[in-house]
């Protein structure tokens, strides 16, 4: 099980007014925040981060989506991070998901769906040093 997890808070999100609300409830569910900033995307590099779901009907649009605005990428640490930040932020699809998640209480729809999670240990790591570079990193997330 492992203790790291990348979370991106969406452009819909940040021009919504909600990066603070959004950070309040995952520092208050025990998430530790490792490394932050904000970032406009290139096509390119949304293009590269979302490259596994580049055969699916929505991936265009998504790129479109992630570029279309400023993101907040968020490198966060607690046990059992990946599925603890799920549990979290709720299913993909706001309409589906449970009262008090991030995702109910702030997603648009399912495009819009205010905040990313890893999905996996492996993608976890993966997805923070495609944020972030080990400078960032070295000091405040050694492991
Ligand atoms: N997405 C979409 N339409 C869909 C499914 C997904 O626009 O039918 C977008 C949505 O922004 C989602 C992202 O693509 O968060 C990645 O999809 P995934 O299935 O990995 O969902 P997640 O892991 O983010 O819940």
Not at 25 to 30: D, F, L, V
Not at 39 to 68: C, G, I, W
Not at 118 to 143: C, G, H, M, V, W
């Amino acid at each position: 099980m492992g203790n790291k997890t990348l979370a991106i808070i969406k452009p819909d999100a940040v021009s919504d007014g909600y990066i603070g609300e959004i950070i309040s409830m995952i520092t208050k569910a025990g998430f530790k925040v490792k490394a932050m900033k904000m970032v406009h995307l290139t096509v390119n590099q949304a293009k590269s981060f979302y490259e596994v779901h580049k055969e699916r009907p929505f991936y265009n649009d998504l790129v479109e989506y992630m570029t279309s605005g400023p993101c907040v990428p968020i490198a966060l640490e607690k046990d059992n991070a990946v599925e603890d930040y799920r549990k979290l932020i709720g299913a993909t699809d706001p309409a589906q998901a449970e009262e008090g998640t991030v995702r109910k209480l702030y997603a648009r729809n399912k495009q819009f769906n205010a905040v990313h999670g890893s999905d996996s240990d492996e993608n976890a790591e993966k997805e923070i040093t495609f944020f972030f570079s080990r400078q960032e990193l070295l000091e405040n997330y050694p492991n």
